[in-house]
Every structure is written in structure tokens, then in C-alpha cells.
């Protein structure tokens, strides 16, 4: 009897814990447009700069994973999306590595705009807020403005959601492809 309930309460457990993914990307929802997050979860918005759609949507460049080649590609928006190796690589074929001798600082992000051709950066940021706790979030990078012209976090709730797309990832992605779309509208 003892060991029934036990084996009730680990499968009650690991079904709790496991009803999220991590890591694997998904296309946008054809019904509403968005990726398949928790409603409940809406990043605030910290940078919201308006830019130009047509440089804008060219190119992304994103941290250099499957994950975030897939992601970039799905939100359906830009016209090329790279990882940051597959960048690097471009940069070398097409021969500017004279003229564009890094990609570590703004000056040579804005070199790599100005010979290559215009994009913008997506990164992860992560911080732990004192007395906050700790909180994820998305800025994109513009090299021409040698600024961040996008950025938002929302709260990790490592108890409950644990780090998950559907928790943390997909709202994140949400709230940029609302970013991205006004782009749209405002040209």
C-alpha cells in the first residue's frame, strides 16, 4: 500500500516537472501567430526604440546553437538569419577581413554594418536582481547605432516553471515579435 502511494506521488512529481520543454524551437502557432507560451507569463518591456523595418528585418545574427538558428528563422520576420560562426565565416569569404578585423567591440560591429551589409544581434541577458531574484531577457543589438534598440526580461520562477520555453524562452520571443511587427506598422 505504502509503496503504491509512494510511486502515485513520484509519477504525480515527474509529470509536474517535465510539462515543459527546454531548448527546442517551434514554429509560431498558425492560429495566433505567437510561439506556445504560458499566458500567464508577459515580459516587461525595458528598451523599445523605434528603427527602420527595411535595414531591420536584412539580417540577425544569433548565439551560435541550433536552438537559436531555428528561433531566429521561425518568428518568420528577417530575410537572413545567421549564427554568430556562420557571420564570422561570411565576413572571411566575401574577403573583408582587412576591413573588418573584429567582431568583439561596437567599432568593428559597425565596420561589419557598413562593408557587409545591415543586421542586428540578438543576445541573451540574464541577471539576478538583489532582492528580485532572477530575471532573463532578449536585447537586440543595432551595430549602426553601436546600441541596444530592443530589450526585455521577465522573472524566472525556478520553482514553479523552472527554466522552460514555454515559461521563459517563448514569452520572450513573444514580446520581440510584437517589437518587430510595430516595425512594421510604423514605416
Given at each position: 500500500?505504502?509503496?503504491?502511494?509512494?510511486?502515485?506521488?513520484?509519477?504525480?512529481?515527474?509529470?509536474?516537472?517535465?510539462?515543459?520543454?527546454?531548448e527546442?524551437?517551434?514554429?509560431?502557432?498558425?492560429?495566433?501567430?505567437?510561439?506556445?507560451?504560458?499566458?500567464?507569463?508577459?515580459?516587461?518591456?525595458?528598451?523599445?526604440?523605434p528603427?527602420?523595418?527595411?535595414?531591420?528585418?536584412?539580417?540577425?545574427?544569433v548565439?551560435?546553437?541550433?536552438?537559436?538558428?531555428?528561433?531566429?528563422?521561425?518568428?518568420?520576420?528577417?530575410?537572413?538569419?545567421?549564427?554568430?560562426?556562420?557571420?564570422?565565416?561570411?565576413?572571411?569569404?566575401?574577403?573583408?577581413?582587412?576591413?573588418?578585423?573584429?567582431?568583439?567591440?561596437?567599432?568593428?560591429l559597425?565596420?561589419?554594418?557598413?562593408?557587409?551589409?545591415?543586421?542586428?544581434?540578438?543576445?541573451?541577458?540574464?541577471?539576478?536582481?538583489?532582492?528580485?531574484?532572477?530575471?532573463?531577457?532578449?536585447a537586440?543589438?543595432?551595430?549602426?547605432?553601436?546600441?541596444?534598440?530592443?530589450?526585455?526580461?521577465?522573472?524566472?520562477?525556478?520553482?514553479?516553471?523552472?527554466?522552460?520555453?514555454?515559461?521563459?524562452?517563448?514569452?520572450?520571443?513573444?514580446?520581440?515579435?510584437?517589437?518587430?511587427?510595430?516595425?512594421?506598422?510604423?514605416?
Amino acid at each position: 500500500m505504502k509503496l503504491t502511494r509512494l510511486s502515485i506521488v513520484v509519477l504525480i512529481l515527474i509529470s509536474m516537472i517535465s510539462c515543459g520543454t527546454f531548448e527546442k524551437a517551434t514554429t509560431l502557432n498558425t492560429r495566433t501567430n505567437y510561439f506556445p507560451a504560458k499566458k500567464n507569463k508577459i515580459p516587461s518591456i525595458l528598451i523599445d526604440i523605434p528603427t527602420n523595418p527595411d535595414t531591420l528585418k536584412m539580417m540577425l545574427v544569433v548565439p551560435s546553437t541550433d536552438y537559436w538558428l531555428a528561433m531566429g528563422k521561425y518568428m518568420n520576420y528577417f530575410d537572413k538569419v545567421l549564427t554568430y560562426d556562420q557571420f564570422e565565416s561570411e565576413i572571411v569569404k566575401k574577403g573583408l577581413s582587412d576591413k573588418i578585423t573584429s567582431l568583439s567591440d561596437k567599432v568593428g560591429l559597425n565596420r561589419a554594418y557598413n562593408y557587409f551589409q545591415p543586421f542586428v544581434i540578438l543576445e541573451m541577458t540574464k541577471i539576478n536582481k538583489p532582492g528580485g531574484g532572477w530575471f532573463a531577457g532578449l536585447a537586440l543589438y543595432d551595430p549602426k547605432k553601436a546600441d541596444v534598440i530592443f530589450q526585455n526580461e521577465i522573472r524566472l520562477n525556478l520553482m514553479w516553471d523552472g527554466w522552460t520555453d514555454q515559461g521563459t524562452m517563448f514569452p520572450l520571443f513573444n514580446s520581440m515579435l510584437d517589437y518587430l511587427r510595430k516595425q512594421k506598422i510604423n514605416k
